[in-house]
């Protein structure tokens, strides 16, 4: 087989004060931390389509990056040498997982019957592969969203044929899934949402929405998959409206049409950054609600309006994430996939590697301080103390169900100094600080 990546060594810890650049800082994948190793914490996921799909363009130029298949045109040996490339990367960063669209693995045929043959035919040797070099399908997703049949959107679209190919794309795309053992499903509602309400039957799109994810869950039932479902919820980009706009959205749109029991989450922080949140606002709200399933890990530029989708560096933001993922106990069924890209200008093959080592040492550092945190316990007691009057007296009486608005009267009424407390958040983000800079 044909080495793509030559000039790559196979990547290996070496500690925070290598000068190595092939070489991780952080993160030590045997390192025990809880009872864990770092590599069970956070199941690193390698994302096909920025990695091996993508090629740097944007709505200004061309493509810039350079692919070792660059001038092969027949489409299935691109995909076989992409598909070779994939697992190599894998192995020399030393991840376990990949996650993919099927549009990504495989091209499109001139028929729906071709393209499915495509698939069946990549996802063969993709078996082969997965077997050599013992990784595993995190998730499967279909890329409803890309070709122009879905302008008008998938499951929203005013279009029943174009509904009706999107359920069979997805059917297909689950089948894929299942036979790869993906412990995931994931649905990216890419152009579900609308422009303008002037030419949107917005209840007729939204109940469309739901009837296409009842029968995803039916079928799943039907072909004995039992991979979590995650939806992945996004803001705006392309469409002004998007059905899934944030965590708290998704939740009220799934309750509303009973499918909470069936989906979570897959969180990613850029469009959390999109969405007006922080990733650590979009995963705790995610934890409290018990649909935390997994992570699309990157970071966004808050000076750009868009999915800039780089590699995470920002540690702060890693130590915040780690913390709620710990609190969570885990990410569950899910990981941590790098759905991030390397720049426009970092176009040489060598590039995919050093911002995947930038990444992975970033959250294992993250899960390092915030496990500490953790451990310690400052910031979980201050929290506790902050919440104090809800352990005793009208307060206790409130949290147990036995106050009303007349005994709740009757208490402010013979109670009429109230004093309030610092919330002591300078304090508390200079331990934050310590925590970081000390470790």
Not at 58 to 79: H, I, L
Not at 181 to 193: C, L
Not at 318 to 327: D, F, I, P, Q
């Amino acid at each position: 087989m044909v080495e793509y990546f030559a000039n790559v060594p196979y990547i290996k810890y070496e500690g925070k004060n290598s000068k190595n650049d092939f070489a991780f800082k952080y993160y030590n994948l045997d390192e025990v931390i809880g009872g864990k190793t770092m590599r069970e914490h956070l199941k690193f996921t390698m994302s096909y389509w920025h990695t091996l799909a993508a090629n740097g363009s944007d709505p200004f130029g061309v493509g810039t990056y350079q692919k070792p298949w660059d001038n092969e045109t027949d489409q299935m040996k691109v995909a076989k040498a992409k598909m070779e490339a994939a697992f190599e990367l894998m192995d020399k960063l030393g991840m376990d997982y990949f996650a993919f669209h099927d549009r990504d693995i495989a091209p499109e045929g001139k028929d729906l019957a071709e393209t499915n043959a495509f698939l069946d035919e990549i996802v063969a040797y993709c078996k082969e592969l997965m077997k050599t070099y013992n990784k595993k399908l995190l998730w499967g997703t279909a890329n409803a969203f890309g070709n122009p049949r879905y302008v008008h959107g998938a499951a929203t679209t005013c279009n029943a044929y174009v509904y009706a190919y999107a359920a069979a794309q997805v059917k297909k795309a689950m089948e894929v899934t299942k036979e790869l053992g993906g412990e995931n499903y994931v649905f990216w509602g890419g152009r579900e949402g609308y422009e303008t309400l002037l030419n949107t039957d917005l209840k007729l799109e939204q109940d469309n929405l739901a009837r296409f994810l009842q029968m995803a869950v039916d079928y799943a039932h039907k072909i004995g998959f039992t991979g979590q479902f995650l939806i992945e919820p996004k803001p705006k980009e392309p469409t002004k409206h998007q059905y899934d706009f944030d965590v708290a959205t998704v939740l009220a749109f799934l309750r509303n049409y009973g499918l909470d029991k069936y989906f979570k989450m897959n969180i990613e922080a850029n469009h959390a950054t999109l969405a007006g949140h922080t990733f650590q606002h979009e995963v705790a709200l995610a934890r409290i609600n018990g649909v935390l399933g997994s992570l699309d890990i990157n970071q966004g530029d808050p000076n750009l309006g868009w999915d800039t989708d780089q590699f995470p560096t920002n540690i702060y933001d890693a130590t915040l994430l780690m913390y709620e993922v710990l609190k969570n106990g885990g990410i569950g069924q899910g990981g941590l996939n790098f759905d991030a890209k390397v720049r426009r200008a970092s176009f040489e093959v060598e590039d995919l590697f050093l911002g995947y080592i930038a990444g992975m040492d970033t959250l294992a550092q993250g899960l390092r301080i915030a496990y500490k945190m953790l451990e310690e316990g400052e910031f979980e007691a201050a929290v506790a103390e902050r919440y104090k009057s809800f352990t005793e007296g009208i307060g206790k009486d409130i949290l147990e169900g036995k106050a009303d608005f007349e005994s709740l009267e009757k208490y402010a009424l013979t109670n009429s100094l109230i004093k309030n407390k610092s919330g002591r958040q300078e304090l508390l983000e200079a331990k934050l600080n310590q925590y970081i800079f000390n470790e």
